[in-house]
């Protein structure tokens, strides 16, 4: 697969990060680990994945316990849309709808399995356009 995945994530996050990096690689996407060999705080980490994803497009994956801090951190750079996620719906809608490039999950609030479902969903989704522009384009004026 080519689509770009940055992944990155807090100490908190660290072990539950490498559980869904290596269930990517199994489905054969290539992910970009940008907090491999750090050992970050979310607001790091969250900067990291998402100054990548402005700059090389693709989509992010950030991971902390409860998935908040990097969801807050993430939304503060502009051309971003990030959701915090917790349901594999979700993550469907939000792509389709609103053209999420990041998503955020809490190590402590989802649990492996279901955080593989999400991020499947999130990684094979694609945005819908249309009629769902004209939000793309009011929250990127807000920044």
Do not use: P, W
Request: net charge positive; glycine share 10%.
């Amino acid at each position: 697969m080519t689509k770009k995945i940055f992944i990155g994530s807090d100490v908190d996050g660290l072990e539950f990060k490498n559980h869904i990096k290596a269930f990517l690689y199994q489905k054969g996407y290539s992910v970009n680990d940008l907090t491999e060999n750090i050992k970050a705080d979310f607001v790091t980490s969250s900067n990291l994945v998402a100054k990548a994803v402005l700059k090389h497009g693709g989509q992010g994956i950030l991971i902390d316990e409860y998935g908040m801090g990097s969801f807050m951190v993430a939304n503060r750079h502009k051309g971003i849309i990030c959701a915090a996620l917790s349901d594999e719906h979700s993550a469907r809608m939000t792509r389709e709808h609103n053209n999420t490039s990041i998503i955020t999950l809490g190590s402590g609030v989802v649990g492996k399995r279901i955080a593989e479902q999400i991020v499947m969903r999130f990684v094979t989704s694609d945005y819908a356009g249309g009629r769902h522009q004209i939000r793309i384009d009011m929250l990127n004026k807000l920044c």
